[in-house]
């Protein structure tokens, strides 16, 4: 075990305990390698602050890499995107065509598993990660099992049949029982989770929205759902009191700036999807409010 933490999301020294307040988005891939994530009391305690796409500003997203990064920030939770390549492999990446975040170009359905160790997913952010490889769903759940986080699943349909995509994603996690406790299943798609309740009903399970339809309510109870993702800039206070009085978490995305952050926090938000994870996490405030105390802490529903 080369790194310790502190619940600040900074280095530690493990000998005398006292933290090196060190942040760490500029942590190099080679850094990483053997990381081990310790001191997680409760594993399965509700995600706050998740970070979106991995640590997404210091590594590029949705890679093992940014993954990493993450847990090395002290993060308990990570959130991921998961497509189908066209023979059905699930992996991470966020569009459906490869352009954006690879050296690849067209769309991700004309590729299979035997084209991945040919692209490059990683150069496109900074040098130090050129040859990140897209990862297969498995191999990420590999590494996030060894790092002993949580993970939030968002699956991508990309306007195709989502069935394919989530039976791919269940079993994948059905291979990793170890899991239980630690897995968020959310989707745009109301198709996806509709297949997901169906085929894997105790995986918790959430419906995004940039804004909350009409009929939100009668949604989520019907796909037995277990928390709320919602734009931040277009969050009602209405969804944030529907929650409330259903039992349900509302859960924010993008939040990049502590002033947001903050004013979310008070409103009630209960969690928030942030690129920049090391922002909060190197904070003692936020650090706190990440891991609240065992008799507080509540598991993922």
Request: glycine share 8%; aromatic share 4%.
């Amino acid at each position: 075990m080369r790194h310790h933490r502190d619940t600040g999301g900074c280095l530690t020294d493990e000998e005398d305990g006292k933290a090196r307040s060190t942040p760490l988005r500029n942590l190099q891939p080679a850094d990483l390698e053997g990381y081990v994530m310790t001191a997680i009391a409760t594993p399965a305690a509700a995600p706050r602050v998740v970070a979106h796409r991995g640590a997404s500003a210091a590594a590029p997203e949705n890679t093992v890499a940014a993954i990493r990064h993450a847990a090395a920030m002290g993060t308990r939770w990570v959130e991921v995107d998961v497509s189908l390549l066209g023979d059905g492999t699930a992996v991470l990446h966020h569009d459906a065509t490869l352009g954006r975040t690879s050296d690849a170009s067209g769309l991700l359905a004309d590729i299979g598993a035997a084209d991945l160790a040919g692209i490059d997913a990683g150069g496109w952010h900074s040098t130090p990660f050129a040859g990140e490889p897209i990862p297969t769903l498995e191999a990420a759940l590999t590494v996030i099992t060894a790092l002993g986080i949580g993970v939030n699943l968002e699956l991508k349909p990309h306007d195709a049949d989502p069935a394919p995509l989530a039976r791919a994603t269940v079993a994948a996690l059905l291979a990793r029982p170890e899991l239980a406790g630690r897995v968020v299943l959310s989707s745009f798609d109301q198709g996806a989770l509709s297949v997901l309740a169906d085929s894997a009903p105790s995986w918790p399970r959430a419906p995004i929205w940039h804004h909350a339809p009409r009929d939100w309510r009668v949604s989520v109870l019907g796909l037995g759902a277990s928390a709320i993702h919602a734009n931040s800039r277009h969050l009602d206070d209405s969804v944030l009191e529907g929650g409330r009085l259903l039992g349900l978490p509302v859960r924010c995305f993008t939040v990049n700036t502590v002033e947001e952050a903050t004013m979310l926090r008070q409103r009630g938000v209960a969690a928030f999807f942030t690129d920049l994870p090391d922002l909060f996490l190197c904070d003692p405030d936020w650090a706190a409010w990440d891991r609240p105390s065992p008799a507080a802490a509540s598991a993922v529903r």
